[in-house]
């Protein structure tokens, strides 16, 4: 798993980080298992969270059908990523919701995904990133 890029949006009555990450799988049978565990720092203190028990975090999966990401999202990952790999990959997008008027300048993620032949193993990774502000 590789970090691609953040960035910060605004909406109406929030601000939305998007991390994408992008997932190669190392063999063909590869299984993908999201893990519901989150680690973060936004710069306010470290948090763990389960996805499942709240509503702040957000994941979606893009495989090969990147058409049905949006545009926007396409032209601000192919900045960072090759997008028409051969080789078969996920994007993981995770939306953190943000108070509106907060700007989160760096984040540090510690995120695994599940081992697909064995579900007790879960390989974690931590990030640290600038998050881009795209707040316009």
């Known amino acids: 798993m590789e970090f ?11 601000s939305l980080v998007t991390v994408i990450l992008k997932v190669m799988p190392l063999t063909d049978d590869f299984k993908l298992v ?17 996805v499942e028990k709240g509503n702040n975090i957000r994941f979606t999966v893009y495989d090969t059908a990147l058409h049905e990401m949006s545009k926007k999202l ?14 078969n990959f996920f994007l993981l997008r995770m939306d953190f919701r943000v108070p509106r008027d907060e700007r989160v300048e760096r984040m540090k993620l510690q995120y695994g995904l ?23």
């Open 4 to 14: 691609v890029r953040a960035g910060q949006v605004k909406l109406a009555d929030h």
């Open 114 to 136: 599940w081992e697909g032949k064995n579900d007790e193993i879960r390989h974690e990774q931590m990030f640290d990133f600038v998050v881009e502000d795209a707040r316009r």
């Open 74 to 87: 396409r032209q601000f990952i192919a900045a960072r990523t090759e997008l028409k790999s051969k080789k």
């Open 34 to 50: 999201l893990s519901m565990r989150v680690g973060y720092d936004m710069g306010n203190g470290a948090a763990e969270v389960d």
